[in-house]
């Protein structure tokens, strides 16, 4: 079993910048892709970004292209360095692990693994 547990989310103003962190304990994840989902008031969770499990491919949605950062640290630590942020960028953010050794994907399906989320808002 694998645990995640976000954290770092907060109330900023439009144009700042927030890094949250997704810290696992139980089974390793070192294999694991990790990818980041968010989810805003009467809306469908959203893809975000996501990062292969050897840390060499990431994936963004083109909503945040260009403005958030995936990565990983070590067997058990992800972030998503966010900046330039947006009142739209307003949501719960959850990070989520797949099975090891397979591909990053986009879908919320192919993640076997959740933390709780934290929230992120953004005022204008």
């Known amino acids: 079993q694998v645990q995640l547990v976000e954290s770092g989310g907060g109330l900023v103003q439009a144009g700042a910048s927030l890094r949250l962190s997704c810290a696992a304990s139980g089974r390793t994840i070192s294999s694991c892709p990790m990818g980041w989902f968010r989810q805003a008031p009467g809306k469908e969770r959203e893809f975000v970004a996501a990062?292969?499990?050897?840390?060499?491919?990431t994936y963004y949605a083109d909503s945040v292209k260009g403005r958030f950062t995936i990565s990983r640290h070590n067997a058990k630590n992800t972030t998503l360095q966010m900046n330039s942020l947006k009142p739209e960028d307003t949501a719960v953010y959850y990070c989520?692990?797949?099975?090891?050794?397979?591909?990053?994907?986009?879908?919320?399906?192919?993640?076997?693994?959740w933390g709780q989320g934290t929230q992120v808002t953004v005022s204008s």
């Open positions: 989520a692990a797949a099975r090891p050794f397979t591909s990053p994907a986009r879908l919320a399906g192919s993640y076997d693994y």
């Open positions: 990062i292969s499990w050897s840390g060499g491919s």
